[in-house]
């Protein structure tokens, strides 16, 4: 407490998330955020009223975010069910446009995320901006997916008979996803974009040691034209999160990025109560989210349904 | 009864084409051998009790000694070329079907299923699968998973009663082809087909330990996919099974794929053409006894036809053959096992005493064996188990909507998520229900139709992963 009281007395605020302009001579006080989740669209505190203390790389106080709790996780999945209709019935160019403009709300607000990420992961300056535009270029890569995932997981079937016969990928629901600990931004948007570009919904629970860039985020998700549920974002422990919503008889998928291999195997039995599909972590460390993505991480998210229909006159 | 007028005369086929020892033992390295602890058990022909052979009961160290043979198998077989591999499939596939009139019938024996769906279903989609995953092995860098898609080592792969050895197929030919090594369990009421199959890969000279069969009950499985020396596990049988299965295997690096139960629903518009529906009514349940995860044991039917359509229904029913599995006349075989027709007996009772309305045709079933008469129920509710739980035999449950987002509704109100049909005339109202419906197969004016291209496999607690097409390589490649 002593180092958060320091950081707060030295009236640097501006030296946190997003402030650049090296106040520390001027004599405004800046003006601190205060996190908060994000579900359903808006920005609820954590209906449990607790919060808890999150540092930068040093020790030094950053932020209170909240520290949600079982019922935010399953107010999430509510959320979270309640969009999966309009956002998988939109089409995939929409989709697509959506995640574009994602990118684009998130180039204006540079500046803050790379402040936010250098203080979390204790990166240079430098460093950080290039997890920053990494992140951005994701989702325009991820947005370029909505519109042609389906031709590369899809596809007609020669079956031996008067049939027409086509398989098509969908989206598989609402997903749970831990997101990595250690890579709190890129980490987080490489396992997010896949999820929903596809017509799944999400429900995030960020790094829990360095959640403020998924936080801030959520700022630019609900200005992006995404529509409320799509994305909802619950700070806390992975622990406390990880277990009912992998437990959870209306998540149809988990993506267990974030969980140490312990945790992982907990959640993966909880899991198989309803058969959840399960993405597992790395097995041996975090990988590193500067690579090719690939289609790893959208197919486990698609069920593949396929259609028949008799050729006749 | 009318009918009696055009009574058939029994056609059987004869089961001298096949011959039976007394007794099989595993086969582990390319050989037979009796259980480490000499164990046997017995298989019967369910249409008659007789008891068809013994049968070895694998124990814990047969299973590590069959994933011994599987796992030193393995740098050879995935090292081939995947143009020789493919040609061992391929013999497979020919040897296949120059002996499928002898597997139809030892199938139709041991499982109980009429021989015109062996011969006429099993076999030549047995043959086919081989035939097509043959063709795989050498293309395996165009299927999209990479330029060098890697195999995953050994496959242990348990499968169930109702198609014995199509679930092989299904199971053994894309292993093969992706070059990964097997371990197969079969079912323990159906173990003959497998054996059979195990002869033949003797005759196509297929390496030592390659194919492993080891025969016996559920613990025998559970072994197979607790074993540490397996990388991937394949699951075809019930939801619960797959359940604990998938708690088995949590924490691990094995990759697994689960083909599990369903409550599918056949889905039944007023511009149908009845007839046409009939049909895809009645095989959507009654083919294989009903014994089909993908079995349309929900009829959903538009209200303002349900009469009309129940009519017909029942006539064409009336129409049904029980009996004799060998008898080429027959449409409906024996039950599996007792324990089976318990199951289907219970629940149906607890149909009628739920309020629902029972009907069977008239039907003399055979005094020996496993048997249930079709069966439908009608005023069924989705409160009512036989609407919810899966049967798993030839009992309809049958409900009515009026709108096409009520018979959406009603279709996907299941934790299930395996097969669908919808009888319309109306192209875009089926496109409509297809996209809307939560299944992993939809037949539209058609149903249980299946091909080694066409990927199957369930949403939700039907299990993951897809078996069949391109989408089935998947299941066994390092991707």
């Not at chain 1, 998130?106 to 790379?114: A, C, D, S, T, V």
């Not at chain 1, 901006?129 to 890569?141: L, S």
């Not at chain 1, 992975?238 to 008889?249: D, I, K, V, W």
């Not at chain 2, 324990?339 to 009907?359: F, M, N, P, S, V």
Request: glycine residues 10%.
């Amino acid at each position: 407490m002593s180092e958060s009281k320091s950081a707060k007395s030295g009236g640097t605020a501006g030296s946190r998330a997003g402030g650049t302009e090296g106040a520390a001579t001027s004599a405004r006080i800046g003006v601190l955020k205060t996190y908060k989740l994000f579900v359903g669209g808006k920005f609820p505190r954590s209906e449990s009223g607790r919060v808890y203390e999150v540092t930068d790389s040093k020790g030094n106080w950053l932020a209170n975010p909240p520290l949600a709790s079982r019922k935010d996780a399953r107010d999430a999945v509510v959320a979270a069910r309640k969009a999966v209709g309009g956002w998988s019935g939109a089409t995939a160019y929409n989709r697509g446009q959506i995640l574009y403009r994602i990118a684009e709300m998130l180039e204006g607000r540079r500046e803050q995320f790379i402040g936010e990420v250098a203080a979390g992961e204790g990166l240079s300056r430098a460093k950080a901006a290039g997890r920053v535009d990494a992140a951005v270029d994701r989702w325009v890569w991820y947005a370029g997916w909505a519109d042609k995932i389906a031709q590369v997981a899809g596809g007609a079937n020669p079956v031996a008979g008067p049939f027409f016969n086509l398989s098509s990928p969908e989206p598989t629901g609402v997903v749970a996803v831990l997101a990595p600990r250690r890579c709190s931004f890129l980490g987080l948007v490489s396992v997010l974009a896949p999820v929903i570009v596809t017509g799944n919904t999400a429900v995030l629970v960020p790094s829990e040691e360095r959640p403020l860039p998924a936080l801030s985020l959520s700022e630019v998700l609900a200005t992006s034209d995404l529509p409320g549920g799509v994305v909802n974002v619950l700070s806390g422990r992975a622990s406390e999160l990880g277990t009912p919503l992998a437990a959870h008889q209306d998540v149809n998928a988990i993506d267990l990025a974030g969980a140490g291999p312990e945790l992982a195997r907990d959640l993966e039995i909880a899991a198989a109560d309803n058969l959840k599909r399960v993405v597992r972590p790395a097995p041996d460390r975090e990988p590193d989210w500067r690579g090719d993505p690939g289609t790893a991480r959208m197919l486990p998210f698609l069920e593949t349904k396929t259609v028949w229909h008799p050729v006749g006159s | 009864m009318a009918f009696d007028v055009f009574e058939y005369a029994p056609a059987p086929e004869s089961r001298a084409i096949v011959q039976l020892a007394p007794s099989y033992g595993l086969f582990i390295d390319g050989e037979f051998r009796e259980s480490s602890d000499g164990k046997v058990f017995k298989t019967v022909a369910p249409a008659s009790e007789e008891v068809l052979a013994e049968v070895a009961q694998g124990s814990a160290k047969d299973v590590d000694a069959a994933v011994r043979a599987a796992r030193a198998a393995f740098p050879k077989w995935s090292a081939l070329p995947g143009a020789e591999r493919a040609k061992y499939l391929f013999r497979i596939a020919r040897v296949l079907q120059e002996r499928s009139r002898e597997l139809a019938v030892l199938e139709s024996l041991d499982n109980g299923k009429p021989i015109r769906e062996t011969r006429d279903a099993d076999l030549p989609q047995v043959a086919a699968n081989f035939f097509y995953f043959a063709g795989w092995a050498d293309k395996l860098p165009h299927a999209g998973y990479g330029p060098d898609p890697r195999p995953l080592g050994v496959a242990g792969q348990v499968i169930p009663w109702n198609f014995p050895l199509l679930m092989l197929a299904w199971k053994i030919a894309p292993a093969l082809a992706t070059g990964n090594t097997v371990v197969l369990k079969p079912a323990e009421t159906t173990p003959l087909s497998a054996l059979f199959f195990a002869d033949i890969c003797r005759q196509a000279e297929l390496p030592p330990g390659v194919v492993n069969i080891v025969t016996g009950d559920g613990p025998v499985g559970a072994e197979l996919v607790a074993h540490e020396g397996v990388d991937k596990v394949a699951f075809t049988g019930s939801t619960a099974v797959g359940k604990s299965i998938a708690r088995t295997v949590a924490g691990t690096a094995k990759k697994l794929t689960l083909e599990l139960g369903g409550k599918g629903a056949n889905i039944v518009f007023d511009d149908a053409p009845i007839d046409q529906a009939v049909e895809g009514i009645v095989s959507g349940i009654y083919f294989n006894g009903g014994q089909v995860c993908c079995a349309g044991s929900r009829l959903l039917v538009q209200e303002s036809v349900a009469e009309e359509v129940l009519d017909a229904l029942k006539r064409r029913i009336s129409t049904l053959r029980v009996g004799d599995p060998l008898d080429k006349n027959t449409d409906i075989g024996a039950i599996n096992s007792a324990a089976q027709l318990a199951r289907i007996t219970e629940l149906a009772d607890a149909g009628e005493a739920e309020g629902a309305e029972r009907w069977s045709p008239h039907c003399e079933l055979p005094s020996s064996g496993y048997w249930f008469a079709p069966t439908v129920f009608t005023h069924v509710t989705q409160a009512h188990r036989i609407a919810r739980e899966e049967i798993f035999g030839p009992v309809l449950s049958v409900l009515t909507f009026r709108t096409p987002d009520e018979a959406v509704a009603k279709a996907n109100n299941t934790p299930y998520g395996l097969s669908a049909g919808v009888w319309t005339e109306k192209g875009s109202r089926i496109l409509r229900m297809a996209q809307q419906l939560r299944a992993g197969v939809v037949w539209s004016n058609t149903f249980n139709k299946f091909d080694p291209t066409s990927p199957f496999g369930g949403y939700q607690e039907s299990g993951y992963g897809r078996e069949g097409g391109r989408h089935g390589l998947e299941a066994y490649l390092d991707v």
